[in-house]
């Protein structure tokens, strides 16, 4: 809803007149969420002041009342709202939250990322461009920040936090483990430690292939779980049946699934 201190998205004192229809909006996601279709921001040229209800040109302050229609504005995408540190990044075509000073460009990926992850994450060509594969909504365009994770995927930050209040540890798109789950590997590794499995089992193998290093190995069963071979990893996916150790006998067989009666 428009007043003077703008709506639920942004702070300002102004509306937008959308280019497509003409209607007044307070911002162009208030637009979409009435409309039909979508406002480019990029395209808005006039804007109607909340304080003199006059029409003019896109500008910071009104040329009528001089009221201030944000404390940022952007020309460009003709953003306005309180100061949150923005700054406008030529490469992704819009505005970031900052301070700017905080953030870098990564071309590859094409997206704005903290500092702390210059020459520390992995690059996924035009990952922003990407919806998240959680909730399936735009990434790049989004007022949500977005996460990397180890994998080089990105998901909105609400969405991983999400993940990880349910639980979930991997990579929607790739099962990589989404953060460092040594600690939570030892803990696996303790429980197996404190439950032998029953002599029947005792011995077996099976094959696994390891979501974290793609590692192809043979590894004791357990229903706790199968550790890589190679990075100790428990994120592994069974890859076959059971691998029996013939007692007396340096042989392996491996079990398949008994047949089903037929009636």
Not at 94 to 100: E, F, M, Q, V
Not at 118 to 128: A, D, T, Y
Not at 210 to 237: I, R, W
Request: proline share 4%; net charge negative.
């Amino acid at each position: 809803m428009a007043s003077s201190v703008g709506c639920q998205h942004y702070v300002r004192s102004c509306l937008l007149k959308a280019p497509c229809c003409g209607k007044l909006y307070v911002c162009r996601l208030c637009h979409d969420a009435e409309e039909n279709h979508q406002m480019d921001r990029f395209k808005v040229r006039e804007v109607f002041c909340s304080a003199c209800d006059t029409l003019q040109k896109a500008q910071k302050t009104c040329q009528e009342c001089h009221a201030q229609f944000g404390e940022y504005y952007c020309d460009i995408c003709h953003l306005f709202d309180k100061d949150k540190k923005q700054y406008h990044c030529q490469p992704c075509g819009i505005c970031r939250i900052g301070p700017k000073d905080k953030y870098f460009h990564c071309q590859k990926c094409n997206l704005c990322l903290a500092q702390d992850l210059r020459g520390n994450h992995k690059c996924v060509e035009n990952v922003s461009r990407q919806n998240c594969p959680v909730c399936m909504e735009d990434i790049h365009t989004s007022r949500i920040g977005a996460h990397v994770l180890p994998c080089g995927h990105l998901l909105h930050k609400t969405c991983f936090d999400d993940m990880v209040r349910t639980g979930a540890y991997r990579c929607p798109l790739c099962m990589h483990s989404a953060w460092n789950m040594e600690e939570h590997w030892e803990i696996i590794d303790n429980d197996i430690a404190q439950s032998p499995m029953p002599t029947e089992y005792q011995g077996a193998t099976v094959k696994v292939i390891c979501n974290d290093c793609q590692s192809h190995c043979t590894v004791p069963f357990h229903v706790l779980g199968m550790k890589c071979a190679e990075c100790g990893s428990y994120n592994t996916a069974q890859d076959g049946g059971l691998i029996q150790q013939q007692h007396h006998s340096d042989s392996y067989t491996e079990n398949e699934p008994e047949p089903q009666d037929q009636h």
